[in-house]
């Protein structure tokens, strides 16, 4: 209920929303036509996540992991999906999703794992220890918090030479050995 009511808080105070979804085998991946009718009654942007075999996740791995192929099956025994343009370096590729009822809502998947978006990945991230991470995929981390506190007035110099490090990691591989929770990166 207080999902559903800061939703609604959310829409009411002009937020755009994007609802994430996980999908798993035993868990959530027979309720996928639920959730996207759900998002086009309230007029939502859904998106649809591949697990990734990193944090807690990587032990259940094998027996949840739902390859982005299945959920496109599912979806589509009760919507049209219509794709629209993709800008290099997105996450998500996004669709038009027409429901047999006549509602409409942006669909979006993100695959990860199926089909990783490696080669023109621009995204860093920064988690709230301030470590910089390059990529989900690696295990480097570049800490921040001490290039700023030893930078002077105008020196950027440590903290452009960390965020070219978290940069020069990109693309390196498309196999996941991070073994942070999701939850402790920011995702």
């Not at 999703?97 to 089909?115: H, R, Y």
């Not at 023109?120 to 290039?147: E, I, K, M, V, W």
Request: glycine share 8%.
């Amino acid at each position: 209920e207080e999902v559903l009511e800061g939703i609604e808080a959310a829409q009411e105070a002009g937020l755009a929303i994007k609802l994430n979804t996980v999908v798993q085998r035993d868990s959530n991946f027979w309720e996928l036509t639920e959730l996207l009718e759900f998002a086009a009654k309230k007029r939502l942007h859904i998106r649809f996540l591949e697990m990734m075999p990193i944090g807690p996740a990587a032990k259940d791995f094998d027996r949840l992991f739902v390859p982005g192929e299945e959920i496109r099956e599912q979806l589509v025994r009760i919507a049209g999906l219509e794709p629209l343009s993709y800008e290099p370096g997105e996450t998500s590729r996004d669709y038009r999703a027409k429901l047999q009822d006549g509602s409409e809502t942006l669909c979006g998947f993100i695959l990860p794992t199926s089909t990783p978006f490696c080669d023109d990945c621009r995204r860093l991230r920064l988690d709230s220890h301030g470590r910089l991470y390059g990529c989900l995929a690696q295990p480097d981390t570049f800490p921040l918090n001490d290039a700023f506190a030893s930078a002077g007035v105008g020196d950027l110099i440590p903290l452009r030479s960390r965020v070219a490090s978290a940069l020069s990691i990109k693309k390196r591989t498309q196999k996941f050995t991070e073994q942070a929770a999701m939850i402790d990166i920011g995702g």
